[in-house]
C-alpha cells in the first residue's frame, strides 16, 4: 500500500509539469491579453507593461523562468490585482472553497447514499420511484437554478436565513452547502441504487439471503461495501468538480472563494493566477483521485492496487 | 452462467432476452414512448411549429399563456412553444451526440486501461489526471479561436470533456470484474482479449454505464447552454431548452411561465431516460434472467 | 460508516440551524441606525492606487479615501473647493494657481502641501509606472512629452509648487474641461512618504494601498480591504471639512451579479446597488419606484462598423444600415431603462453642447439607399456578422436589431459573442463587420466622445479616416471661445454622422436601487456622489 502512494505521487511529478506546461503554453495562445482594456491602452505603455511582466521574453525562456519561481515557492505578482501575490489570493481563497466542498459533499453523500440504499431495497417500487424522481429533479436543477430559487423561498419570502455572505451571520452557510451539494446528491443517488442492484443480485448476497440473514445485515454488512463502488470512482472527481465547479454557487452568495478567482483569472487573462489555480487545482485532482483509488481497493480487495509493473 | 459460455447464440438469445424484459417493464416502456414522441417532434419541427422561432413582436412583449400562445411569449415577443420545439432539436442533438462521443471514447479508454493494467493503465489514467487539471475555461476560448463557430465543435468540445469521469468509472468497474472467476475461467478457456472484453466485461459493466449515461445527458445540455451563452456554440435567435432555462431564471419572478415550460420539458425528457435507462439496466443484466 | 457519517452530518445541520434561529439583523436597518452605509461595487477592485486604477469600482472607493484639488458639486458637478480652497485663472486662460486649503491634513495628521501635488502628478506621469490613465495629465506643457520619454527633467512639466501651499500649472492650450479633470481620481494626491516606505514610487505592487497603510486626505480612512468579500472605510477625524460628513462607515462589497445583489437589496443587506436586471426594472418602477433611481448618464451605445471592409467600406450601406434602426423600441421593448435613444454621438446638452447633426430614422430612405448601393431587398448582400462581448444585455439588443435589419433591409445578420478580452482583441485586429461599442465619458465635454474618432485615435477601431475630421478637433482644442468651439465640434459631428463608421442607439441611463434611508445623494452625469454629502436617515 505505501508503495502504490509513494509510486503514485512520484507519478504526480510528470503530470504536474506537463500540465503547467500545457497551460502556460495555452493561457498566451488564448486571445486577448492581461493589459487591454476598453479604453485603447497605447502602444508604448504596454511595451512598458510587458517588460515589467517579463511577457516579452521568449516562450520557453518565460516558461524556464515561471517553473524556477514555483520551485523557489513564488508564484508571482496577479497582474489584474497587482498588489496581491497569487499565494496570497489562493491562501485566502481556499479555505473557504474547502469549507463550501466540505459541507456540500456531507449534503450529497448523506442524501445521495440515502435515498440510493432505500430505492434498491424495493426497486420498481414506489419506494424506488420516489426517492429516485427526487434525485432526477436535483439533476435537472443546476445551481444557477437551484441557488435563487432557494433563495428566494428561504432569504426573500420566509426570512429564515440569509440570501449571501460566508461568516457574516448564523446560518449564512446553509443554502451555498445545499445548493452546490444537491446536483451531487441526485449523481450519488443513481449511482447507489445501481451499483447496489449489482451487488445485490450477485451469487454471495442470495447465498446469504438463502441463509436467512436478515435484510439489514445483508445490505449493510455485505452490499453495502461492494455497492458504493462506482460511487467511490465518481468521488474523485466529484470533489475536484466541487472545489472547481463552487464558481457558480459563489458568484449567487457572494462568497470570497477560490472558485470565483478562478473563473475570474480565466476571463482577464491574469496569466499567474491561472497557472496557480490551475497547479492547486490539479493537485486537489490527484490527490482526490488517489485517495478514491485506495478508498475503491479497500472496499474491494479483489481490485489489486496497480501501477508497480 | 451463461455468459461463460464461448458460443454465439447465447449471445443473441440474451439481447432477444433484453429486449422482451425490457417490453415487460410498463415504465420503461412509457420512456421509450416518451422519448420517440420528442424525437418525433424535434424532427418535424420545422413542418408543424405554430410559429416562426425568430419573428419577434417587441410590442406585445412576455405574455402568459394563453389560447394563441399555449406556453406564453417571451421578451421579444416570440412564441415560446415555437421556441422550444426548435430548441429541443438541438438539445436532443447535442445530448445525444455528445454522449455518444464521450461514451465511445471514455468506455474504450477506461476499459483498455482497467484490463490490461499496470503500466499502461498508470499511463493512461495519468493523461485522464492532466485533461482533468487544464484550465476548461481557456480550453473553450481556445476552441473558438481555432475553429471558429461551429455547432458540430460543440459537440465534440463538450464529448471530449465528459469522457474523462466516464472513463474512470469504466476503469474501476473492469479492475474489479477483472478478477472475477468467471474472468479469470475465460482467461483459460483461451478466448481473445477481445472477445473478452467484447463478451464478458462490457456486457457486466452496462449497468454503471448506462446510469452514467443517463446522468451525463442532462448535464451535457446544461453545459451546451453554458457554451452558447459563451458564444461556442448556437448563436441567437437560435436557441435551446439550456439556453431557454437559463434565460428563464433571471425573468423567473416576472415571467415564470419563461422558466416553467422549457424547466417541464427537459424534466420530462430526463425523466422519459432515466426509466428507460433503469429498465434497459435491468434487462440487460446478465444475472437478472435467473432472479 | 454510514451511520457515523450520518451523525456528523446532523449534527452538523443542527448546529448550523440552532444558529440561525436568532432573530435576523439586517444591513439596512442596523447600518441607518449607526450611519453605515453598505452598498454594492460591482467587481473585485483591482487597484486603491489612484495612479493605477482604470474601473469605476475603484475609484468609487478612492474618492472617498483622497481628494483632488477640487471637488464636484453633488449636483451640478461645478468644481467646488477640495484640497483647494481657490484658484486663479490667467487672462489666457493657460495658468491655474491653486491656494491650498491650510487646513488640509493627511490622515496621519501631517499637513497637505502643494508639493504632494507635485510628487502625485510626477509619478502618475512616469513612464516608468505606465499608468493607462496618464494621458488625463496631457493637458499640462510637456508633460506628454516627460511621458514619453522625450524630456527626463520633471521641472519643465507644467506643475509647479510655488510655496507650501501655493501650486501653479501651465497648461499647453486653454482647456474648458481642466478643472473637471481634477475630480478625476488619477489626478488625487499621494502622500510622498507613505508610498516610499511601503515600495518603489514606481512599482504597481507597492504595498502602500493595503488597509492600515493607507494614508489619505479624503473624508474617510481604510480599515478593511479583504480580496472578494469586503472593502471597508471609516470616517477620518483629520479631514478638513469632518463636520459635514455624517457617515461613520461605509462597507463596499464585491458583488459580480446583478441577480444576487438585487436580492441582497430586498432582502435589506445593501442600503445601495450598481445596477438593476434589465428584466426587474419596470417591476420596479411600477411597484416601488421610490426604490428605483433612472438618470441620464454621460455615455453613448453605439455599434462599429469596420470601414476597410466590404460591404461596410459604402457609407450609403452603412447609414442604410444605422437608419433602419428603431431606436425608440429598443430603448421601450429591449433595455427598458429608460434610456434615451440617440441619432448622434455625443449625448444631448454636454455642458450646454446638443447635436445638430442627426441619423434620421427613415426605413425607405435606406432601402434606397441600399438598392443605390447595389443591394435591392438585400439581394446580394454578403451575410455579415455582428460582434459583442459576452453580456445579456448586449445579446438582446443585437437580437432585436438583428431582426429589424431583416424586416427593413432583407439583410442576414449573424450574431457572435466572445468573452471581453478576445472580443478587445478581434476587434483591435479589424476583424470584425460590426462590433458593439460603447463610450462613457471622462469629463463633461463634447471633446471627450469626438475626440474618439479622429484617424488612428487608439479607441477609434472602425478605420475611419477623415482629415476635416481631425482638423476641426485639433482646432477645437485650441479655440478658447465656447461658441467659436461649439461650432466646431458641431461640423465635426456632421461629418461623423454624414459618413457614418457607427451607428449611435441610445444614451446610456444610470440605474441603480437606492433605500429611501440614503440622503444627501443626487443625480448628475457622471453618477459621482461625492460621499461626504451622503447620510441615513429613515423618513417616518
Known amino acids: 500500500m505505501l508503495r502504490f502512494i509513494i509510486y503514485r505521487i512520484l507519478q504526480a511529478i510528470p503530470v504536474l509539469l506537463v500540465v503547467i506546461s500545457a497551460t502556460f503554453i495555452l493561457i498566451r495562445m488564448a486571445p486577448g491579453g492581461p493589459f487591454d482594456a476598453e479604453k485603447a491602452v497605447s502602444p508604448y505603455v504596454l511595451e512598458k507593461l510587458n517588460e515589467r511582466y517579463n511577457l516579452n521574453a521568449p516562450l520557453p525562456e518565460q516558461l524556464f523562468d515561471y517553473i524556477s519561481g514555483i520551485i523557489k515557492g513564488d508564484f508571482g505578482p496577479s497582474f489584474k490585482f497587482p498588489t496581491r501575490s497569487v499565494t496570497e489570493m489562493i491562501a485566502t481563497g481556499l479555505p473557504i472553497t474547502f469549507e463550501l466542498a466540505f459541507y456540500a459533499m456531507l449534503v450529497a453523500l448523506l442524501i445521495g447514499i440515502t435515498a440510493g440504499l432505500v430505492a434498491a431495497i424495493r426497486p420498481n417500487t414506489a419506494q424506488d420511484y420516489v426517492p429516485m424522481s427526487v434525485a432526477m429533479i436535483g439533476i435537472c436543477m443546476p445551481s444557477f437554478l437551484m441557488g435563487p430559487i432557494l433563495v428566494l423561498i428561504f432569504g426573500i419570502w420566509l426570512e429564515w436565513l440569509p440570501v449571501s455572505g460566508w461568516g457574516y451571520s448564523a446560518g449564512d452557510k446553509i443554502l451555498p452547502a445545499i445548493t452546490l451539494g444537491s446536483t451531487y446528491a441526485a449523481y450519488i443517488a443513481r449511482l447507489t441504487r445501481g451499483g447496489m442492484l449489482e451487488v445485490l443480485s450477485q451469487d454471495y448476497i442470495r447465498t446469504a439471503r438463502a441463509k436467512g440473514l436478515p435484510t439489514r445485515t445483508i445490505i449493510f454488512k455485505h452490499a453495502l461495501k461492494g455497492g458504493l463502488l462506482p460511487v467511490v470512482s465518481f468521488l474523485g472527481p466529484a470533489i475536484a468538480g466541487l472545489l472547481s465547479g463552487s464558481f457558480v454557487v459563489e458568484t449567487i452568495f457572494q462568497i470570497p472563494g477560490l472558485g470565483r478567482f478562478y473563473v475570474q483569472a480565466a476571463f482577464n487573462r491574469d496569466y499567474t493566477m491561472i497557472m496557480g489555480t490551475t497547479i492547486f487545482f490539479s493537485m486537489l485532482i490527484i490527490f482526490f483521485n488517489l485517495i478514491s483509488d485506495i478508498i475503491a481497493a479497500y472496499l474491494n480487495p479483489r481490485i489489486k492496487l496497480g501501477g508497480e509493473g | ?291 | 460508516m454510514l451511520t457515523s457519517l450520518r451523525c456528523v452530518f446532523i449534527i452538523t445541520l443542527l448546529s448550523l440551524l440552532t444558529a440561525a434561529c436568532g432573530p435576523m439583523d439586517n444591513n439596512v436597518d442596523t447600518g441607518t441606525a449607526g450611519q453605515i452605509l453598505h452598498l454594492g461595487n460591482g467587481s473585485e477592485p483591482p487597484s486603491l492606487d489612484p495612479h493605477l486604477s482604470t474601473a469605476v469600482n475603484s475609484s468609487n472607493i478612492i474618492s472617498t479615501l483622497l481628494e483632488g484639488l477640487v471637488t464636484p458639486n453633488p449636483k451640478t458637478l461645478e468644481p467646488e473647493a477640495g484640497a483647494a480652497i481657490s484658484w486663479d485663472i490667467s487672462a489666457d486662460l493657460r495658468t491655474y494657481t491653486f491656494h491650498l486649503n491650510p487646513d488640509g491634513h493627511w490622515s496621519n495628521g501631517e499637513p497637505v502641501e502643494a508639493s504632494d501635488f507635485v510628487y502625485a502628478w510626477h509619478r502618475l506621469l512616469m513612464p516608468e509606472l505606465a499608468a493607462e490613465y496618464s494621458y488625463q495629465l496631457f493637458v499640462l506643457e510637456n508633460a506628454e512629452a516627460f511621458y514619453k520619454g522625450d524630456i527626463t527633467d520633471f521641472n519643465q512639466v507644467g506643475v509647479k509648487a510655488i510655496d507650501r501651499l501655493t501650486l501653479q500649472v501651465r497648461l499647453k492650450a486653454p482647456t474648458p474641461y481642466f478643472l473637471s479633470l481634477l475630480s478625476h481620481a488619477s489626478t488625487f494626491p499621494v502622500h510622498p512618504e507613505t508610498v516610499a516606505a511601503y515600495g518603489d514610487i514606481d512599482d504597481p505592487g507597492n504595498l502602500w494601498t493595503r488597509a492600515g497603510n493607507f494614508v489619505g486626505n479624503g473624508p474617510f480612512i481604510l480599515t478593511e480591504w479583504a480580496l472578494n468579500r469586503i472593502v471597508r472605510v471609516e470616517k477620518n477625524s483629520h479631514y478638513w471639512d469632518a463636520d459635514t460628513v455624517a457617515l461613520e462607515e461605509i462597507r463596499f462589497y464585491p458583488i459580480d451579479n446583478l441577480g444576487t445583489e438585487e436580492r441582497m437589496f430586498r432582502s435589506k443587506t445593501l442600503h445601495l446597488t450598481v445596477g438593476v436586471p434589465e428584466e426587474k426594472i419596470a417591476r420596479y418602477a411600477k411597484d416601488k419606484p421610490e426604490l428605483i433611481n433612472i438618470s441620464p448618464y454621460l455615455g453613448t451605445y453605439f455599434y462599429r462598423f469596420n470601414v476597410n471592409k466590404a460591404p461596410f467600406d459604402d457609407s450609403r450601406v452603412r447609414r442604410a444600415l444605422s437608419m433602419s434602426i428603431d431606436r425608440q423600441q429598443i430603448v421601450d421593448a429591449v433595455t427598458k431603462g429608460g434610456q434615451i435613444p440617440t441619432y448622434n454621438l455625443t449625448p444631448a446638452n454636454t455642458l450646454g453642447y446638443t447635436a445638430k447633426a442627426a441619423i434620421p430614422f427613415d426605413i425607405p430612405a435606406a432601402r434606397q439607399l441600399m438598392a443605390e448601393a447595389g443591394y435591392p431587398q438585400g439581394k446580394g448582400f454578403p451575410v455579415v456578422e455582428l460582434l459583442y462581448n459576452t453580456s445579456e444585455g448586449h445579446r438582446k439588443i443585437a437580437i432585436a436589431i438583428q431582426q429589424m435589419w431583416k424586416l427593413a433591409l432583407g439583410v442576414e445578420i449573424r450574431l457572435f459573442n466572445q468573452d471581453w478580452k478576445a472580443f478587445l482583441e478581434t476587434e483591435k485586429n479589424g476583424d470584425f463587420a460590426i462590433a458593439r461599442g460603447g463610450w462613457i465619458g471622462d469629463y463633461v465635454d463634447p471633446n471627450t466622445f469626438l475626440d474618439m474618432f479622429v484617424s488612428n485615435g487608439g479607441n477609434n477601431r472602425t478605420g475611419w479616416s477623415n482629415q476635416k475630421y481631425d482638423q476641426l478637433i485639433q482646432q477645437a482644442g485650441r479655440t478658447a471661445g465656447t461658441d467659436q468651439r461649439f461650432e466646431q465640434f458641431q461640423q465635426a459631428e456632421k461629418i461623423l454622422i454624414d459618413d457614418s463608421p457607427i451607428i449611435p442607439i441610445y444614451t446610456y441611463t444610470a440605474i441603480y436601487l437606492k433605500s429611501t434611508d440614503v440622503k444627501g445623494w443626487y443625480n448628475n452625469v457622471l453618477n459621482a456622489h461625492p460621499i461626504k454629502y451622503v447620510y441615513l436617515q429613515r423618513d417616518d
Not at chain 2, 424532427?43 to 411549429?49: E, F, H, M, Q
Open chain 2, 1 to 291: 452462467m451463461s455468459s461463460l459460455d464461448p458460443s454465439g447464440e447465447q449471445g443473441r438469445s440474451l439481447w432477444q432476452d433484453a429486449i422482451a424484459r425490457l417490453g415487460q417493464n410498463r415504465l420503461a416502456m412509457l420512456g421509450l414512448y416518451l422519448l420517440a414522441f420528442m424525437v418525433i417532434i424535434a424532427l418535424l419541427t420545422p413542418w408543424i411549429a405554430p410559429y416562426s422561432y425568430e419573428t419577434q413582436q417587441l410590442d406585445l412583449g412576455a405574455i402568459a399563456p394563453n389560447a394563441r400562445h399555449w406556453f406564453g411569449t417571451d421578451t421579444f415577443g416570440r412564441d415560446l412553444l415555437t421556441r422550444i420545439m426548435y430548441g429541443g432539436r438541438v438539445s436532443l442533438a447535442v445530448g445525444f451526440i455528445a454522449t455518444a462521443v464521450a461514451l465511445v471514447i471514455g468506455v474504450l479508454w477506461g476499459a483498455v486501461a482497467g484490463y490490461i493494467g499496470g503500466r499502461t493503465d498508470a499511463v493512461m489514467m495519468r493523461i485522464v489526471d492532466i485533461l482533468y487539471a487544464l484550465p476548461f475555461m481557456i480550453f473553450i476560448i481556445l476552441l473558438m479561436v481555432v475553429f471558429g463557430r461551429s455547432i458540430l465543435l460543440l459537440f465534440l468540445a463538450i464529448g471530449c470533456v465528459e469522457w474523462l469521469t466516464m472513463a474512470r468509472i469504466v476503469r474501476g468497474q473492469v479492475l474489479a470484474l477483472k478478477q472475477q472467476e468467471f474472468i479469470e475461467a475465460a482467461v483459460v478457456i483461451g478466448l481473445s482479449h477481445w472477445q473478452i472484453i467484447y463478451r464478458h466485461i462490457i456486457p457486466n459493466i452496462l449497468g454503471p454505464i448506462i446510469v452514467y449515461i443517463t446522468l451525463t445527458i442532462p448535464s451535457v445540455m446544461l453545459l451546451e447552454a453554458f457554451l452558447s451563452f459563451l458564444g461556442l456554440g448556437i448563436q441567437p435567435p437560435q436557441s435551446s431548452w439550456g439556453l431557454l432555462i437559463s434565460y428563464g431564471v433571471e425573468t423567473m419572478e416576472e415571467y415564470p411561465w419563461l422558466l416553467l415550460f422549457p424547466g417541464l420539458v427537459l424534466s420530462i425528457t430526463l425523466f422519459a431516460l432515466n426509466f428507460l435507462g433503469d429498465g434497459l439496466r435491468d434487462a440487460l443484466d446478465p444475472k437478472a434472467s435467473k432472479d
